[in-house]
């Protein structure tokens, strides 16, 4: 057992061994990236289900595959997502995708995944194709339809940031505990797997405020020992 009341143990140098844990447990959880992609596969999944409302799946005529169409948007989306882009310039690129297929053809299914009007909407298109001047009606509804799509990919981004770095942290968690166990069969081959699980479960919280919590434990025990003098 360990003798806490002895004093044997350093809660400073334990609190930078757990955070180190921590640490440790995120660098397997991202190094799983290299597996297929990994962890990062997570939350592009409520990208994919906006964006197959917006871009046709056709292919060309003689069966190879646009360069607008769904797969082609999707393989660009998945790979800033799994390259870790900016938020803000994912979503940009993912309305100038759908922007790029606003045609009078796809136009229909476009007002309707965003809820302006069809009709306008593929005057709008018309109108883009050829550089005619929009009226004030087909210029406030192309602005709705902009707006829409601002707050549709607002909502998938959100969600799948959400996603993945719970999952993240899930997984985290879940191999610091892991590693703790191993630790401990290591060192006292066998027993002590309470303290470890507890290890293990701290780890992660602890890992980005370990060095700051460490030290300012220091602190305060050379200020209590100014005072005991």
């Known amino acids: 057992?360990?003798?806490?009341?002895?004093?044997?143990?350093?809660?400073?140098?334990?609190?930078?061994?757990?955070?180190?844990?921590?640490?440790?447990?995120?660098?397997?959880?991202?190094?799983?990236?290299?597996?297929?992609?990994?962890?990062?596969?997570?939350?592009?999944?409520?990208?994919?289900?906006?964006?197959?409302?917006?871009?046709?799946?056709?292919?060309?005529?003689?069966?190879?595959?646009?360069?607008?169409?769904?797969?082609?948007a999707l393989a660009t989306l998945r790979a800033n997502w799994m390259n870790g882009m900016a938020i803000a310039d994912q979503k940009s690129i993912a309305k100038a995708l759908v922007k790029l297929n606003l045609r009078p053809e796809s136009a229909d299914k476009l007002a309707k995944a965003t809820g302006v009007d069809g009709e306008i909407l593929t005057s709008v298109a018309k109108k883009l194709s050829t550089k005619d001047k929009l009226t004030d009606e087909e210029t406030d509804v192309y602005g709705r339809f902009d707006l829409l799509l601002s707050s549709l990919f607002d909502q998938a981004y959100q969600r799948g940031d959400q996603r993945y770095r719970n999952t993240a942290k899930l997984l985290a968690v879940v191999v610091s505990v892991l590693l703790a166990w191993a630790g401990s069969w290591t060192v006292f081959g066998g027993g002590h797997f309470g303290l470890a699980t507890l290890a293990g479960l701290l780890a992660t919280p602890l890992a980005p405020v370990a060095k700051d919590l460490s030290s300012a434990i220091q602190a305060g025990a050379k200020v209590a020992q100014s005072w005991m003098r």
């Open 1 to 72: 057992m360990l003798d806490l009341a002895a004093g044997s143990l350093d809660l400073s140098k334990l609190i930078l061994a757990v955070g180190g844990l921590g640490t440790a447990a995120y660098g397997v959880v991202d190094a799983t990236k290299a597996v297929g992609g990994g962890v990062s596969n997570v939350g592009f999944g409520d990208i994919k289900k906006v964006i197959s409302k917006l871009i046709p799946a056709s292919s060309l005529a003689d069966g190879s595959v646009s360069a607008l169409a769904l797969d082609s």
